[in-house]
């Protein structure tokens, strides 16, 4: 690759998931290019986590602040193992919830072979196991850990359709694998055990109850501002246009965020079901930055299991 060269396109290739497809990305990334695959959760931007350069085009390419770790994806628990440093409850959640969407920050391994500006220089990383096909096939194809965060410009709205990974990424990143809408719709829940507890550090579809089952322990939030995994930005996923929470009605130039018995531009769910909102929320922002309304506004969506992390991607766009 020619010396300051920092993509290989000016066009962002879109493939359907393929065998090819996987292929060709993954030439890509042992390449040292980051391309957009999706996961259960959210379409991420992979490359190599080992190489500093690879990782560096993430942040390029997102306009990512530097002290932003990046969540890094491995295909099983033993990958993981070789990275972090797993204890019994950590142990006892991987073997739960994973795959699936919940990462879990434990310390780095001695010989941990990720570059530190994937984890920001923290001595911790955090790693997920995810279970859409489209990463697993790409983790297989390039024998790498792959560190992936959303595909979108930084402290935008996180992509759930390829279409999405475009709007802000095409022509910056080499390619883009369309599997379809992502199912889970928002990101992984991120947890750390401290304390004796297990501390949620962003909400997500790993709900505190589940996450109590499944250790034994009591759960929290993450109290104070450190930065210490990813999402935990105060603005985040916005929109481009002031956000309004809580709406009992719409206003005129208002793009409305409908859920339950208020309808509105976008229905999250007429039914009032979290899962569906989940699935639906980027999809809706996407639809409001896109509309020629100045203005968004959001049913009020309950707090209650999923509902935690529906209301925290939305007080981040507000923020």
């Known amino acids: 690759m020619a010396e300051g060269q920092t993509t290989p396109l000016t066009i962002t290739d879109t493939r359907a998931f393929s065998a090819d497809a996987i292929a060709r990305a993954g030439g890509l990334i042992g390449e ?7 996961t259960e959760t959210v379409y991420g931007l992979a490359a190599d986590a080992r190489n500093a350069g690879a990782v560096a085009r993430i942040y390029a390419a997102k ?3 530097d002290f932003n770790p990046l969540i890094v994806h491995v295909q099983d628990l033993s990958a993981a193992e070789k990275l972090g440093v797993f204890g019994k409850v950590e142990r006892a959640l991987a073997d739960r919830f994973w795959p699936g969407p919940l990462t879990l920050v434990v310390p780095r391994t001695a010989g ?6 994937a984890t920001a220089g923290l001595d911790t990383i955090a790693l997920r196991v995810p279970g859409h096909r489209a990463m697993q096939a790409l983790l297989a194809e ?18 759930t359709k390829a279409s999405h990974v475009l709007a802000t990424l095409d022509g910056r990143i080499a390619m883009v694998i369309d599997d379809g809408p992502t ?15 297990v501390e949620i550090l962003r909400p997500g579809p790993v709900t505190a109850a589940m996450l109590a ?15 210490v995994a990813p999402g935990m930005l105060a603005s985040h996923y916005a929109p481009g246009k002031p956000v309004r929470l809580g709406a009992t009605g ?3 130039d208002e793009f409305g965020i409908g859920f339950g018995a208020l309808a509105g531009d976008y229905q999250l769910s007429a039914a009032g079901d979290l899962t569906e909102a989940a699935a639906r929320l980027f999809d809706a922002l996407h639809a409001g930055a896109a509309s020629a309304k100045t203005k968004i506004a959001v049913a009020a969506i309950p707090t209650e299991g999923l509902g935690a992390a529906i209301n925290d991607r939305l007080s981040r766009a507000a923020a």
């Open 32 to 38: 040292g290019w980051p391309v957009a695959v999706p």
């Open 63 to 65: 306009g990512r602040p």
């Open 112 to 117: 941990c072979p990720v570059a530190s500006i």
């Open 142 to 159: 390039s024998g790498a850990p792959l560190a992936a965060p959303s595909a979108n410009a930084s402290g935008g709205v996180s992509p």
């Open 183 to 197: 199912t889970a719709g928002v990101e992984s829940t991120i947890a750390r055990v401290r304390d004796g507890a």
């Open 213 to 227: 089952e499944a250790s034994g322990l009591a759960v929290t939030g993450v109290e104070g501002s450190e930065i």
């Open 250 to 252: 719409f206003a005129d």
